[in-house]
């Protein structure tokens, strides 16, 4: 347990996350009672990186092949679960074997209201808004009478 690094315990229980890997390299870490390892360390955005152990980085390998430089933008979904380690059951993180399909954010009125002036302002595609968020009908309606009246 490593409070620098994401692990089992990051996880509330039967919780998956899907997160994205921003890069992944090898270097020194420092574990409990100051020992000095040499880890894969995939950095993960909005969250502490994850250090890989072969288990994980052949499930990543498997996902995206086996060059890490190549994992950069990918996306992978965590669980806890439990292994055996030493003769003890231990918990750890895990990766799917498949990437769990993230559910569209739904925008309150005042966050659709802020949306839909970036998208007249130019600064946000309609089309943009309508794939990165789950719309109401209200909320489809209302950007379509925008979008038309410009």
């Known amino acids: 347990m490593n409070p ?9 229980p039967g919780q998956d996350l899907t ?3 921003s890069h992944v390299v090898r270097e020194q870490v420092t574990g409990n009672g100051g020992k000095k390892e040499e880890c894969t360390v995939a950095y993960l955005q909005g969250q502490k990186p994850f250090i ?4 994980n980085s052949k499930s990543i390998a498997k996902l ?6 190549d994992w950069a933008g990918r996306q ?3 669980f806890a679960t439990t292994t055996k380690l030493a003769g003890e059951q231990v918990e750890c993180l ?9 559910k569209k954010e739904q925008l309150s009125p005042e966050r659709f209201k802020q949306a839909v002036g970036a998208v007249l ?4 595609s309609a089309d943009k808004l309508r794939s990165d968020y ?8 209302a950007l379509n009478a925008q979008v038309q009246t410009t």
């Open 4 to 12: 620098d690094f994401i692990g089992a315990y990051s996880l509330d």
């Open 134 to 141: 789950e719309l109401t009908q209200e909320q489809q309606d």
């Open 52 to 55: 890989l152990n072969a288990t």
């Open 94 to 102: 895990r990766i799917r074997p498949k990437v769990a399909a993230r």
């Open 121 to 124: 302002s130019g600064r946000f």
């Open 19 to 21: 997160v994205t890997i």
């Open 64 to 69: 995206y092949g086996p060059f890490i430089e």
């Open 76 to 78: 992978i979904t965590l």
